[in-house]
């Protein structure tokens, strides 16, 4: 049998436990806070990183992985001849895949295969998970290709934040839509749309309940007439948030799976504390 070897980065906000159970290698960003660079998932706890966030002066930045880094991963996986399917968090948000890109380069003896998932956080993890399935089904290299590709062309987010100035000063989103948002005070509902990889503001609401209401809205008439939905429920240091909008949205879809998640360090710089999401695919 072919072995193939999983690799993603620390956005994809899996479990731990799938982590483990598939033995999937995860490479982590850094977020630079107060003078520290710090790998996400661990050397900070996403609510130790919310707790100091609250309170910073200056907004820490993000960085990728450097490229050694891969090199150095992949270089140790093809040790035994294997494949390596190299998954990660939409280029248009981080440098992740070119880095990912340059180490391929340097180690050209390796079959190395770097897919741009187009999207982050648990939409990422959906598209590794539904590779690490094929993998422990025995499939080949193609179909695990296959289906990974499947679930980037049909995962969607719809996420709401409390403050778009995170996503305008990490320069995530434009300055006139930052501005807009900040001058009406309402709450933004954004998102990223089967393999666009950009943050697209879709519609702005007055109050956080109006703005639940719609991510429910949204992501039901998206998963209408479907048998099965696969989704996360994911919070920025707002759990009582996210408890509320998962029940809503299970009594909208009952047919859906469920699975609580978190924003992490990375993608918590850019959307900042008390921010929630949806993220589905359909496949």
């Known amino acids: 049998m072919q072995k193939i070897h999983l690799v993603t980065d620390s956005t994809s906000y899996l479990?731990?436990?799938?982590?483990?159970?598939?033995?999937?290698?995860?490479?982590?960003?850094?977020?630079?806070?107060?003078?520290?660079?710090?790998?996400e998932g661990l050397d900070i706890t996403n609510a130790e990183f919310f707790r100091r966030l609250r309170t910073a002066r200056t907004l820490p930045t993000t960085s990728q992985p450097p490229a050694g880094e891969f090199a150095t991963l992949y270089q140790e996986l093809g040790q035994?001849?294997?494949s390596i399917v190299s998954i990660h968090i939409s280029g248009d948000l981080s440098g992740t895949v070119r880095?990912?890109?340059?180490?391929?380069?340097?180690?050209?003896?390796?079959?190395?295969?770097?897919?741009?998932?187009?999207?982050?956080?648990?939409?990422?993890?959906?598209?590794?998970?539904?590779?690490?399935?094929?993998?422990?089904?025995?499939?080949?290299?193609?179909?695990?290709?296959a289906r990974a590709r499947a679930v980037i062309e049909n995962v969607t987010a719809y996420f709401m934040v409390d403050d778009l100035n995170y996503?305008?000063?990490?320069?995530?989103?434009?300055?006139?839509?930052?501005?807009?948002?900040?001058l009406l005070a309402v709450k933004p509902i954004l998102a990223m749309k089967k393999a666009e990889g950009v943050i697209s503001v879709v519609d702005k609401?007055?109050?956080?309940?109006?703005?639940?209401?719609?991510?429910?809205e949204l992501t039901t008439?998206?998963?209408?007439?479907?048998?099965?939905?696969?989704?996360?429920?994911?919070?920025?240091?707002?759990?009582?948030?996210?408890?509320?909008?998962?029940?809503?949205?299970?009594?909208?879809?009952?047919?859906?799976?469920?699975?609580?998640?978190?924003?992490?360090?990375?993608?918590?710089?850019?959307?900042?504390?008390?921010?929630?999401?949806?993220?589905?695919?359909?496949?």
């Open 15 to 39: 479990p731990r436990e799938v982590i483990e159970e598939y033995g999937i290698h995860v490479v982590p960003l850094r977020v630079n806070l107060d003078g520290a660079s710090l790998r």
């Open 80 to 82: 035994d001849g294997g």
């Open 99 to 145: 880095a990912a890109e340059t180490a391929r380069r340097m180690l050209p003896e390796l079959d190395i295969h770097i897919l741009d998932s187009r999207i982050t956080c648990l939409g990422l993890g959906f598209v590794v998970w539904e590779a690490a399935r094929a993998v422990r089904a025995g499939q080949p290299l193609s179909e695990v290709l």
């Open 167 to 182: 996503l305008h000063r990490g320069g995530r989103i434009g300055a006139a839509q930052a501005f807009v948002g900040s």
């Open 205 to 216: 609401v007055r109050t956080r309940k109006k703005a639940l209401e719609r991510l429910v």
């Open 221 to 283: 008439h998206a998963c209408g007439g479907q048998e099965k939905v696969t989704a996360t429920v994911l919070d920025a240091d707002a759990k009582e948030v996210r408890q509320e909008l998962t029940a809503e949205l299970q009594a909208a879809l009952p047919q859906a799976e469920i699975i609580p998640s978190e924003f992490g360090p990375v993608i918590g710089t850019h959307v900042g504390p008390g921010a929630v999401g949806v993220i589905f695919y359909t496949v």
